[in-house]
Each structure stands twice: as C-alpha cells, then as structure tokens.
C-alpha cells in the first residue's frame, strides 16, 4: 500500500515538474527539446 501511493506520488511529482517546465519553457520562447530534456530520460 506504501509503495503503491509512492509511485503515484511520484508520478505526480513527476508531472507536475514536466507541466511548470514546460510552461516556463513557453515563457521564455525556448523549445522543450533541449539538453536538459535529453539527461532527464
């Protein structure tokens, strides 16, 4: 039960992150796609 509402707290975490990245990324006029992209794979 503990692991299971890790993995989806993480996965929120997760999506969260990726979501204000992105909109960060939309503020400054940069693409997503960029090396910090390529090391978070």
């Not at 992105?22 to 400054?28: H, K, N, P, T």
Request: aromatic share 8%; proline share 2%; hydrophobic share 50%.
């Amino acid at each position: 039960m503990v692991a299971r509402l890790r993995k989806v707290h993480f996965a929120v975490a997760v999506f969260v992150l990726k979501c204000f990245e992105r909109r960060l990324v939309e503020a400054r006029g940069i693409e997503p796609r960029s090396d910090r992209g390529q090391l978070r794979v």
